[in-house]
């Protein structure tokens, strides 16, 4: 039997539910904050995420599938959703015709990592970015939709955490100072840091070995060398934040493991997960958008990644949906007049559900069962002679008979 690669998951009913409420949600809250969808292609060429992600980078090194088209194209399946969409941006040429751009996304990602609870290799993410404001404030409502989604999805036990990675300016200073302080601590990091050490010493400080970590918090904090304007940067994110009555944690430690952030980076993160703890994250890219061939446009973003939020989701369990209501149909002549007043009740926004199956009741009946259906709908003869249809509450065994023209009203309570 061939089953799904390792890493992939199918999304089956009830859990695809909980998806589309996810989704039906997200969609809502991206219209309140005035975003509109944009949807990229699944590959994108290569170099793309090479010269935005960052060569010296887990994803960029390890992680990409990356394979050349029957063209000798070199193209991979996208491992993020940022750096499309600044490629989609660039590539219909809103820097020239409306700079400021608010754009929301939804789909799968992909990433060659080791599965795990929380790490699949074909991921979802839901996703925003914003084009064109470098005022804080707008870092601000970045992170108040994330808050927003995770309490109308009735999430608690969320933490923000927030840092600032500096800017060109600052930048250099405490990476100098933490590459000399690395130096020195070199036989405490594990084989790879002392590779990133070198090469991408930032990299370092996303290490999850405990002694590399432990490394990294005894080391210098980049909030210490913050140039003024990024340190006022920052101090106007946290205002906002509490004037919107958002808690936060600072941690100087928090990089993130793409090489474009500039100031502002958060994340989402929910304990209940274990290692792969962060339901959401993202923050601030004011250079991506030229480093990738275009004018000098400020971008912020985040991406949550779907499967986290279900977990988290199904772990306090949702309300089910209603069943709709379930069809049995005895005979040819109730057939006809079945599959009319299905559609007339459909009409009405009633959920209708008939398996195709004309066997005898109880065979029916004993599937009803099966299906877990709660309402039951059952017309033979009888009922069809008395222009009438017999509905069956399965949980108490309550049964009653409507008129045809009455049934809408009669469940209309029931679906509401
Ligand atoms: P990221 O931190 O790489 O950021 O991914 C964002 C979220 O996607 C993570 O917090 C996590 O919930 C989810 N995720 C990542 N990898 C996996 C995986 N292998 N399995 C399951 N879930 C995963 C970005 O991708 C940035 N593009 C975010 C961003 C948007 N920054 C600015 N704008």
Not at 191 to 209: A, F, H, I, S
Not at 243 to 250: S, T
């Amino acid at each position: 039997m061939i089953k799904a690669p390792p890493g992939t998951k199918d999304i089956l009913p009830p859990e695809s539910e909980i998806w589309q409420k996810i989704e039906e949600t997200a969609r809502k809250i991206f219209k309140l904050y005035g975003y509109r969808e944009i949807r990229t292609p699944i590959f994108e060429s290569t170099s793309l995420f090479q010269r935005s992600i960052g060569e010296v980078t887990d994803i960029v090194e390890k992680e990409m599938y990356t394979f050349k088209d029957k063209g000798g194209r070199s193209l991979t399946l996208r491992p993020e959703g940022t750096a499309p969409v600044v490629r989609a941006y660039l590539e219909h040429q809103f820097p020239q015709k409306d700079q400021f751009q608010k754009f929301y996304y939804m789909g799968p990602m992909f990433r060659y990592e080791r599965p795990q609870k929380g790490r699949y290799r074909q991921f979802h993410q839901i996703g925003v970015e914003v084009f064109g404001p470098s005022h804080p404030m707008m870092d601000v409502e970045v992170i108040a939709i994330q808050w927003r989604l995770f309490k109308e999805l009735g999430i608690d036990n969320i933490e923000v955490v927030i840092n600032s990675l500096g800017c060109e300016k600052c930048r250099p200073a405490y990476r100098e100072r933490l590459v000399e302080y690395l130096r020195a601590n070199r036989e405490r990091l594990c084989e790879t840091c002392q590779r990133r050490l070198e090469r991408n010493p930032l990299r370092v400080l996303d290490c999850k070995n405990e002694g590399c970590r432990r490394v990294v918090r005894e080391g210098p904090e980049i909030t210490e060398f913050l140039c003024e304007d990024c340190k006022k940067h920052m101090e106007q994110v946290e205002k906002g934040l509490q004037q919107l009555g958002i808690p936060y944690r600072v941690d100087p430690f928090l990089v993130r493991g793409l090489d474009y952030y500039t100031r502002t980076v958060f994340e989402f993160i929910h304990k209940s997960l274990g290692a792969q703890n962060t339901v959401s994250a993202g923050g601030r890219y004011d250079h991506l958008v030229k480093e990738l061939g275009g004018p000098d446009i400020p971008g912020i973003g985040f991406a949550l990644g779907v499967e986290r939020l279900v977990l988290i989701l199904n772990a306090r369990g949702l309300q089910e949906e209603k069943k709709p209501l379930y069809f049995i149909l005895l005979g040819e002549d109730s057939l006809m007049k079945g599959m009319e007043l299905m559609e007339k009740l459909r009409n009405n926004g009633i959920p209708v559900m008939w398996t195709g199956k004309t066997g005898s009741i109880k065979a029916q009946l004993r599937l009803a069962n099966k299906k877990g259906a709660s309402l039951v709908a059952i017309m033979g003869e009888d009922e069809l002679n008395r222009h009438s249809i017999k509905i069956k509450n399965m949980e108490t065994g309550e049964e009653s008979e409507v008129k045809w023209e009455e049934v809408s009203s009669f469940l209309s309570s029931y679906y509401s």
